[in-house]
């Protein structure tokens, strides 16, 4: 049976869902969903992401990260955490980056947390001899110093989605209509985590991701006991507003509610949300990604690059390092956040 099937099939038995079971059953369903059945990443799949667009990228990355472990003495052994590390193709590039700082590799366990099994496959391969060990979540996390990565990983967790109306909250649900799916608006809800968005005008839209906090908590706990870090890039802003939900296939948008299962289903990130769920620690601003790689050397690293190559191969390397940076392409959709221990020093290009 096709998911849509099946979700039609439940809608009709117990009612419309809320849009983060739908997205949930849509992204992750053990045996029909987008991560679960396939590597979507890449030219020939539905989305790229920066890892898969530069080496630059996971190198310059790397080397914050292993700076903020020399900044607090070196800790060994530590995690090197990545949360949705896709094709494995950021921490390869950290690695390699990274194999020249003394005591980093010798002293780093290396942990992923991953749904799809397709993608933990080509993470084994990418990593190949390093020792890792997988996770189906983060509670399961060492309790040991750790250093983390996250990138477009928050995007794509169940949403959440509640219209502000004359009576209060209203809660946006996926029922069905005719054989279709469709979006409609249940009851007056009050729901906790929007108790302080009294802001928010009638008509407008905020999202929560309940997903979001619990999984802040866990590695806040663990940076908090231990020392360590935790460095978020993804889309989104300060504050949830507005409708950011959007369907992806073969990089060209969607209906999200006309083929669950078969396109990537995405919302923006809050990054409110995420130094709301770690109030212990201390946050960095919330910065554009393309200012961030900037001042951690991506001009330097991209002209050091562009000597050995030519051609078509040049053409694309001064592309792609536009398209990490620049104001119109990733540089300030992409947001960056980290939390460190309250005092620690920030990670490089995050400093106050
Ligand atoms: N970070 C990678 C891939 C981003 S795509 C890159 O930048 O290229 C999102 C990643 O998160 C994929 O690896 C996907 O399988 C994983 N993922 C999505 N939802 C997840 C969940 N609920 N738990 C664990 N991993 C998840």
């Known amino acids: ?37 396939r590597d979507p990443l890449g030219a020939k799949g539905d ?43 950021l921490m390869a590039d950290i690695l390699r980056a990274t194999r020249r700082v003394p005591g980093f590799h010798a002293g780093m366990r290396l942990h992923l947390v991953e749904a799809s099994e397709p993608l933990r496959e080509k993470q084994r391969a990418a990593l190949a001899g390093l020792g890792l060990t997988h996770h189906a979540d983060v509670a399961t996390l060492p309790d040991a110093p750790l250093f983390l ?78 020392g360590g870090a935790a460095l978020v890039i993804d889309y989104g802003d300060w504050r949830s507003l507005g409708d950011t939900l959007q369907a992806v296939r073969g990089h060209t948008p969607q209906d ?24 212990g620690l201390a946050a960095s601003a919330m910065t554009p990604q393309g200012v961030f790689l900037e001042r951690l050397g991506i001009v330097q690293r991209a002209q050091t690059l562009a000597t050995r190559l030519t051609g078509p191969a040049l053409a694309a390397h001064i592309a792609a390092h536009r398209r990490l940076t620049h104001g119109s392409e990733m540089g300030t959709l992409f947001k960056v956040i980290a939390v460190v221990q309250k005092g620690a020093p920030m990670l490089p290009g995050l400093e106050p």
């Open 1 to 37: 049976m096709s998911l849509k099937r099946a979700l039609l099939a439940r809608i009709v038995q117990t009612g419309p869902m809320t849009l983060a079971d739908y997205m949930a059953d849509c992204l992750t369903h053990p045996s029909l969903g987008y991560y679960t059945t």
């Open 47 to 89: 989305f790229t992401t920066a890892p898969e667009i530069s080496q630059m990228f996971g190198e310059l990355i790397g080397l914050a990260l292993a700076q903020a472990w020399l900044d607090q003495g070196a800790p060994a052994p530590f995690t090197l955490a990545e949360l949705g590390p896709g094709r494995g193709t």
């Open 149 to 226: 990565v996250a990138n477009e990983f928050f995007d794509a967790l169940p949403i959440r989605q509640f219209v502000r109306t004359a009576g209060g909250w209203r809660e946006r649900l996926v029922g069905a209509e005719a054989g279709a799916l469709v979006f409609g608006l249940g009851g007056p809800a009050q729901p906790e985590p929007l108790a302080h968005r009294g802001e928010v005008a009638e008509g407008r839209l905020v999202e929560i991701c309940p997903a979001l906090a619990p999984i802040m908590a866990e590695i806040a706990a663990r940076i908090a006991r231990h």
């Open 256 to 279: 999200p509610l006309a083929q669950p299962g078969e396109a990537d289903l995405t919302a923006h990130v809050d990054f409110e949300a995420l130094v709301r769920a770690a109030p």
